[in-house]
């Protein structure tokens, strides 16, 4: 089976730290993702990433950078953590060839920042 | 753009009820469909899919058929289990390794013994 791995499950940060959300794909695939998970807004798309050094902002992508320097690696920067990014943050991942694949995702990265 | 509307929750049924979530979407071309499910804590998951009109995806029971003439996608089950507790989500994805996914806002089914 493909395997999404978000590095922490939970986290807790201060107000203006630069935290790292690491995501991991072990099945060569191209496209990577990140999304919010926020209570009656869905999920909404911070960046994603067609291939390895490639990156597109998704529609929220304000205080956020990520960075794809390896295939099977996105990681999500936040560059001076606020209270207002306290989220559930998901990376997700997808093979390119046809659109008969939809995305896998990691088990999500619960952050809290106070 | 690409949009997807799902009906409201939380949706509260007993077990053994039939369940139907609503869906509809509108995109460009003839997107393949998806429904996903997110378990309390967790990521979401693929639960079933359908790439073309008329196809039926269908996986634990659950079931849903790719209408294009109503651009509509309804997720259905004829009996749950207080084990489908769980935000499902109706998702419309292009052709191409450049088209993002569209999500519902997904909809919180909960299933009373």
């Known amino acids: 089976d493909v395997k999404v791995t978000q590095s922490s499950r939970y986290l807790v940060k201060r107000t203006g730290e630069k935290v790292f959300l690491e995501c991991v794909q072990d099945m060569d695939h191209e496209n990577m993702f990140w999304y919010r998970q926020d209570p009656g807004l869905g999920l909404r798309l911070i960046y994603f990433?067609?291939?390895?050094?490639?990156?597109e902002k998704g529609d929220i992508p304000e205080g956020y950078s990520v960075s794809r320097e390896k295939k099977e690696r996105f990681s999500l920067i936040l560059e001076s953590a606020s209270t207002n990014q306290t989220s559930m943050y998901l990376c997700?991942?997808?093979?390119?060839?046809?659109?008969?694949?939809?995305?896998?995702f990691g088990s999500g990265t619960r952050l809290t920042v106070v | 753009g690409d949009s997807v509307t799902q009906m409201e929750g939380p949706v509260t049924l007993s077990e053994e009820a039939f369940l139907t979530i609503n869906c509809t979407y509108t995109?460009?071309?003839?997107?393949?469909l998806f429904w996903y499910v997110q378990y309390p804590g967790e990521g979401l998951q693929l639960l079933l899919k359908?790439?073309?009109?008329?196809d039926k995806g269908s996986n634990k029971g659950f079931e849903a058929t790719y209408r294009k003439e109503t651009t509509s996608f309804h997720l259905e089950k004829g009996s749950v289990q207080v084990s489908d507790s769980a935000v499902y989500f109706c998702?419309?994805?292009?052709?191409?390794?450049?088209?993002?996914?569209?999500f519902g806002t997904g909809t919180k089914l909960q299933v009373i013994p």
């Open positions: 997700a991942s997808r093979k390119v060839d046809t659109h008969y694949y939809g995305y896998t």
């Open positions: 998702a419309p994805q292009g052709s191409g390794g450049y088209q993002k996914v569209t």
């Open positions: 995109a460009t071309g003839y997107p393949s």
């Open positions: 990433s067609y291939d390895v050094k490639m990156k």
């Open positions: 359908a790439t073309k009109a008329d």
